[in-house]
């Protein structure tokens, strides 16, 4: 087996997260609107449930394939890497961060609300969904590759102690410093996951069946409202996403995994424009009197995953237009093209 084959269980969990992220941001969009209620268990349930899991399964995969594939683990090839990061993730963050907050402010009555002033949205408070962005690339610069077992369950413990001191200790942090505290735990368990050897035997399979089990029959009791309590979605979000992690690499082991790896191109194009073609979709179906909410929906999920799709087969080849999405490869291809 293929070292890439080995890891498509990555592309089944991107590929999931992906999917809930979108259908997030569409229905909580309905909410702001006035069109769904926050009360309606049919709203409250899968909102809360992908809010507890969505993210942190991005964040999953992206520790694992940071210590699994970081080979330099100097101080200069840190920066080195803390460079290509910022490189690699400000730009695309920078662009549709401003194309967002445009949207927002031109449109505000259409949209979810009017965004906030430039410069805080870009360093101060994020929006969503690009806050994951910002808050990946502190993860890469304060946080070290090691090539030691020991180091990697230390790194491992500081984020679980800054996780609970965050779900028991009642201090209000900043919106950036509170993520940053908040979802360090699940990027160094990705981190730890390049050293754990699973069997995939019955007992394994068993205890995956039980967290699932678990953890959706405690959202449903939960979040039938929206549920704040900070232990009760730690506890949920444990459960979710070990249960997920754990099927994706059980599928994955009978599976060649073409379909999913071709998705997986996919998945950043789609992070990037799904709230913006979503957004465009709604204004100009609500500028045409159309206001039902099935065509809504319908519309929103084409508008948020087809066009970011046909955007990006169209840019990937040009590396002009590519530099705004993923600009290390697009760097690359045009000193291929200069050669």
Not at 187 to 205: A, D, H, P, Q, V
């Given at each position: 087996m293929?070292?890439?084959?080995?890891?498509?269980?990555?592309?089944?969990?991107?590929?999931?997260?992906?999917?809930?992220?979108?259908?997030?941001?569409?229905?909580?969009?309905?909410?702001?609107?006035?069109?769904?209620?926050?009360?309606?268990?049919?709203?409250?349930?899968?909102?809360?449930?992908?809010?507890?899991?969505?993210?942190?399964?991005?964040?999953?995969?992206?520790?694992?394939?940071y210590q699994q594939f970081r080979?330099?683990?100097?101080?200069?090839?840190?920066?080195?890497?803390?460079?290509?990061?910022?490189?690699?993730l400000g730009v695309p963050y920078i662009i549709f961060t401003t194309i967002s907050i445009v949207i927002k402010n031109v449109f505000a009555s259409s949209v979810n609300r009017e965004a906030t002033p430039i410069l805080k949205t870009l360093f101060i408070k994020p929006m969503a969904p690009y806050w994951y962005l910002y808050v990946l690339f502190v993860?890469?610069?304060?946080?070290?590759?090691?090539?030691?077992?020991?180091?990697?369950y230390a790194i491992f413990a500081v984020s679980v102690i800054l996780k609970l001191a965050y779900v028991f200790i009642p201090i209000k942090l900043p919106y950036v410093f509170m993520q940053i505290v908040s979802n360090s735990i699940w990027f160094t368990f990705g981190m730890l996951l390049t050293n754990i050897k699973l069997k995939y035997n019955?007992?394994?399979?068993?205890?995956?069946?039980?967290?699932?089990?678990?953890?959706?029959?405690l959202s449903i009791y939960f979040f039938r409202n929206t549920n704040e309590t900070k232990t009760v979605r730690f506890a949920i979000s444990i459960l979710l996403v070990l249960f997920c992690l754990y099927l994706f690499m059980w599928i994955s082991?009978?599976?060649?995994?073409?379909?999913?790896?071709?998705?997986?191109?996919?998945?950043?194009?789609?992070?990037?424009?799904?709230?913006?073609?979503?957004?465009?979709?709604?204004?100009?179906?609500?500028?045409?009197?159309?206001?039902?909410?099935?065509?809504?929906?319908?519309?929103?999920?084409?508008?948020?995953?087809?066009?970011?799709?046909?955007?990006y087969m169209f840019?990937?080849?040009?590396?002009?237009?590519?530099?705004?999405?993923?600009?290390?490869k697009a760097w690359k291809m045009r000193k291929q093209k200069n050669k």
């Amino acid at each position: 087996m293929s070292q890439r084959k080995s890891f498509t269980w990555i592309d089944y969990t991107k590929v999931f997260a992906i999917i809930c992220v979108v259908a997030t941001h569409l229905f909580m969009s309905f909410e702001q609107l006035g069109w769904v209620k926050k009360s309606d268990a049919y709203y409250s349930i899968p909102i809360q449930i992908s809010l507890v899991l969505s993210v942190q399964l991005f964040f999953v995969c992206s520790g694992f394939l940071y210590q699994q594939f970081r080979k330099d683990t100097t101080v200069k090839g840190h920066f080195k890497n803390v460079l290509n990061k910022l490189i690699a993730l400000g730009v695309p963050y920078i662009i549709f961060t401003t194309i967002s907050i445009v949207i927002k402010n031109v449109f505000a009555s259409s949209v979810n609300r009017e965004a906030t002033p430039i410069l805080k949205t870009l360093f101060i408070k994020p929006m969503a969904p690009y806050w994951y962005l910002y808050v990946l690339f502190v993860f890469f610069l304060i946080i070290p590759c090691v090539n030691d077992k020991r180091k990697i369950y230390a790194i491992f413990a500081v984020s679980v102690i800054l996780k609970l001191a965050y779900v028991f200790i009642p201090i209000k942090l900043p919106y950036v410093f509170m993520q940053i505290v908040s979802n360090s735990i699940w990027f160094t368990f990705g981190m730890l996951l390049t050293n754990i050897k699973l069997k995939y035997n019955l007992l394994e399979k068993v205890i995956c069946i039980v967290l699932g089990f678990t953890g959706v029959s405690l959202s449903i009791y939960f979040f039938r409202n929206t549920n704040e309590t900070k232990t009760v979605r730690f506890a949920i979000s444990i459960l979710l996403v070990l249960f997920c992690l754990y099927l994706f690499m059980w599928i994955s082991k009978g599976s060649d995994g073409r379909i999913v790896s071709r998705l997986r191109n996919y998945v950043l194009p789609v992070f990037l424009m799904h709230t913006i073609f979503a957004a465009g979709a709604r204004i100009a179906m609500l500028k045409v009197g159309i206001r039902a909410m099935p065509i809504h929906i319908f519309v929103g999920l084409i508008a948020s995953f087809a066009l970011p799709m046909l955007v990006y087969m169209f840019v990937k080849n040009k590396w002009y237009l590519l530099i705004f999405i993923e600009p290390l490869k697009a760097w690359k291809m045009r000193k291929q093209k200069n050669k």
